[in-house]
């Protein structure tokens, strides 16, 4: 344990010496003439020693005092360097998480026009899909679906989610047409027990179909049910604004209406980061992204 002096009293006795004046340093320090007294005594009393010499109209350092407030100075020099180096990188950085689907499919084929517009910034993009802590993680904003509603932290709506099942073409030319969502609850499903399933059947008006969710191949993310269907291993449930590409290109076939979800994507950062200049600056980059793009997302 550092045999050192409450850290409130040292950062007194430092503006103390450095002005030889009470009044100044309280000024300073947004304190009282006699709560910096009180402070200064505090030392005195753990030092058994007096730091300052009270002459009629001026104070004076002692000896003890003129040999420790250099050092003492030099001190919260060394911290002001360490958190002005700490504040100068973080403010360099700009770490943001999302799922792997939206990373791949959606901001990263955009965000180098945030880093042509913020230079100075270097960017970092992690996807996955755990819960961030940014108390304990090195994340500044998260991209995430869902209500909106987190305690704690500042949300941004970003857009909706229209979900709607797709297939290979291989597949479709295998179980043959495809007319109804009776003839769809009857093939293949991705993931079956994923909750966009049950919504989707309820959202087009058609009987719960549970039954059929003990079978099936179950995935993790939406990026690994879009490959396994286009691999034609059956039908996956999607965010069709995710898969612009692969539908265009004709890799994902639409077998069934598309119907809009409950929840949907937004930003989210911790309420304290509000202000932040990079946050701010990102918040406003991806809100005109949004806009750019959304009469090009669907094709309703």
Known sequence: MRKIPPLSAVRVFE?????????RAGEELGMTQAAVSYQ??????RLRTKLFLRHKGHLSLTEVGKAIAPLVSGAFDSLERAFSSALAEDNQTLTINTTPSFAAHWLAPRIGRFQILEPQLAVRLRSDQHYVDFAAEDVDVVIRNGSGNWPGLSAHFLMAVYIQPFASPDFIARYGPIE???????????????????????????????????????FDSQAMDATAAMAGHGIAILDRGMWRTDIEAGRLVP?????????GYWLAYPEYRRQSIKVRAFRNWLEGEVALSADDRYDK
């Open 180 to 218: 109804s969502p009776t003839d769809l609850a009857a093939l293949p499903r991705l993931s079956p027990d994923d909750e966009w399933w049950r919504f989707w059947f309820t959202s087009i008006g058609t009987a719960n179909t549970d039954e059929a969710a003990g079978a099936g191949l179950r």
């Open 15 to 23: 503006a103390a010496a450095r002005h030889c004046n009470f009044t």
């Open 40 to 45: 200064i005594r505090l030392i005195e009393d």
């Open 255 to 263: 077998v069934g209406t598309y119907a809009l979800a409950e929840t």
